[in-house]
């Protein structure tokens, strides 16, 4: 129901409407102009101080004009005024999400990509925040790059860690040791071959960036085995769209158990981000726990699990590599599989030092780095 009109702006019992460009008008929800008046907002820390839940009552326009590109709002409850940047109003005038710099579109690759693939030399990260910047832009498309000129030493991989993010410990630790161990609690941690999988499904939420230091690798074999999971499925929705709907929906068990440690989650096959676009995979059968969905239900699950599987596997996606001294290979655990070779324990030394960040970290690095916020 319409209202009185202040100058232009047409005030209602919930909202008014307000003149934005080229004589268009847009609705704006009281609360929600309350809620977002820019005294709302601390300046120092950038939080919202003002609590909607103590207004007396529902928030009510006594008068409302714009003045000089602003929107100028009178209050009924109280003596506070407002005033809104009709540029602000604009943007979320249609109800849509908050534009994100660090949403950037996810480019597939296949198995030749390794010559292809993006490389950072460790001391021009250190000294510009512009090289940093593009390192995690090549993270946010590609899902992998190789940072090359580490020192070998323990701090190294700690130091390229934190340029993005906070080292985020699993329960091996706050970093591990992927080499030969007399006594080992991770097929990782053997010379067997390691089958393509992503990292942790056990946990609730799986590491989001893996990071591998090489240390020493003089072993005969070994290759580093690198597919990305995007583009298996995608290839895979594109010809097997009712398997590809039952891995996006269907919860499966992981485990990983020892002695200090029984660690369990459910994860779904394929991920699917908030705008419904292939953000990765978890897959990992060296951590599957026993399927416990109905019998009849495994009728269907099982032959779209295992095509998948078989695809990823193709020769046209696995990237195949020798990682060498004074490389770290960094890459989306929840997008990029990765595997290795078998190799020869007595032929040489093999040892990567490794790590894990959340995504969410290194996304907000890229924003500050990109300039973008809110209160900028």
Same mark, same amino acid.
């Given at each position: 129901?319409?209202?009185?009109?202040?100058?232009?702006?047409?005030?209602?019992?919930?909202?008014?409407?307000?003149?934005?460009?080229?004589?268009?008008?847009?609705?704006?929800?009281?609360?929600?102009?309350?809620?977002?008046?820019?005294?709302? &907002?601390?300046?120092?820390?950038? *939080?919202?101080?003002? +609590?909607?839940? =103590? !207004?007396?009552?529902? $928030?009510?326009?006594?008068?409302?004009?714009?003045?000089?590109?602003?929107?100028?709002?009178?209050?009924?409850?109280?003596?506070?005024?407002?005033?809104?940047?009709?540029?602000?109003?604009?943007?979320?005038?249609?109800?849509?999400?908050?534009?994100?710099?660090?949403?950037?579109?996810?480019?597939?690759?296949?198995?030749?990509?390794?010559?292809?693939?993006?490389?950072?030399?460790?001391?021009?990260?250190?000294?510009?925040?512009?090289?940093?910047?593009?390192?995690?832009?090549?993270?946010?498309?590609?899902?992998?790059?190789?940072?090359?000129?580490?020192?070998?030493?323990?701090?190294?991989?700690?130091?390229?860690?934190?340029?993005?993010?906070?080292?985020?410990?699993?329960?091996?630790?706050?970093?591990?040791?992927?080499?030969?161990?007399?006594?080992?609690?991770?097929?990782? &941690?053997?010379?067997?071959?390691? *089958?393509?999988?992503? +990292?942790?499904? =056990? !946990?609730?939420?799986? $590491?989001?960036?893996?990071?591998?230091?090489?240390?020493?690798?003089?072993?005969?074999?070994?290759?580093?085995?690198?597919?990305?999971?995007?583009?298996?499925?995608?290839?895979?929705?594109?010809?097997?769209?009712?398997?590809?709907?039952?891995?996006?929906?269907?919860?499966?068990?992981?485990?990983?158990?020892?002695?200090?440690?029984?660690?369990?989650?459910?994860?779904?096959?394929?991920?699917?981000?908030?705008?419904?676009?292939?953000?990765?995979?978890?897959?990992?059968?060296?951590?599957?726990?026993?399927?416990?969905?109905?019998?009849?239900?495994?009728?269907?699950?099982?032959?779209?699990?295992?095509?998948?599987?078989?695809?990823?596997?193709?020769?046209?996606?696995?990237?195949?590599?020798?990682?060498?001294?004074?490389?770290?290979?960094?890459?989306?655990?929840?997008?990029?599989?990765?595997?290795?070779?078998?190799?020869?324990?007595?032929?040489?030394?093999?040892?990567?030092?490794?790590?894990?960040?959340?995504?969410?970290?290194?996304?907000?690095?890229?924003?500050?780095?990109?300039?973008?916020?809110?209160?900028?």
């Amino acid at each position: 129901m319409l209202g009185t009109v202040e100058s232009g702006v047409i005030l209602e019992d919930a909202g008014l409407n307000v003149p934005l460009f080229d004589g268009k008008t847009a609705y704006f929800n009281y609360f929600w102009l309350r809620d977002n008046c820019p005294s709302s &907002f601390d300046q120092q820390t950038r *939080e919202r101080v003002f +609590d909607i839940f =103590s !207004e007396p009552g529902n $928030p009510r326009a006594e008068q409302a004009t714009v003045v000089n590109d602003r929107l100028e709002v009178r209050w009924k409850n109280g003596a506070h005024s407002s005033s809104y940047p009709l540029e602000f109003l604009r943007a979320y005038a249609s109800g849509g999400k908050r534009p994100d710099t660090a949403n950037l579109r996810r480019l597939p690759w296949f198995s030749n990509h390794y010559e292809a693939m993006d490389r950072f030399a460790f001391s021009d990260l250190d000294s510009s925040k512009d090289h940093i910047r593009r390192w995690i832009e090549t993270m946010l498309t590609d899902g992998v790059a190789l940072l090359t000129g580490l020192p070998d030493t323990d701090e190294a991989l700690l130091d390229a860690a934190n340029m993005i993010g906070h080292i985020r410990p699993s329960y091996f630790g706050r970093v591990f040791e992927v080499k030969t161990h007399i006594e080992p609690t991770n097929l990782a &941690f053997t010379s067997k071959a390691l *089958e393509l999988h992503t +990292d942790l499904p =056990s !946990e609730d939420f799986a $590491p989001g960036v893996q990071f591998l230091h090489c240390r020493a690798n003089t072993v005969e074999c070994g290759n580093s085995l690198l597919v990305d999971g995007l583009s298996v499925a995608e290839d895979f929705r594109a010809l097997h769209p009712e398997d590809f709907e039952l891995l996006c929906q269907t919860l499966v068990p992981y485990y990983c158990e020892h002695n200090s440690f029984d660690m369990r989650a459910r994860q779904k096959v394929i991920e699917l981000d908030e705008y419904g676009n292939i953000s990765g995979v978890t897959i990992s059968q060296h951590q599957a726990d026993i399927f416990d969905l109905p019998q009849r239900d495994l009728d269907r699950y099982y032959p779209a699990f295992c095509r998948f599987g078989r695809m990823m596997q193709d020769e046209k996606y696995v990237m195949r590599f020798r990682l060498n001294a004074g490389e770290c290979i960094v890459f989306d655990n929840h997008r990029i599989v990765h595997g290795r070779e078998a190799y020869t324990a007595t032929s040489g030394d093999r040892h990567l030092r490794g790590c894990y960040i959340d995504r969410g970290e290194m996304r907000s690095t890229y924003r500050v780095l990109s300039g973008e916020g809110r209160f900028r």
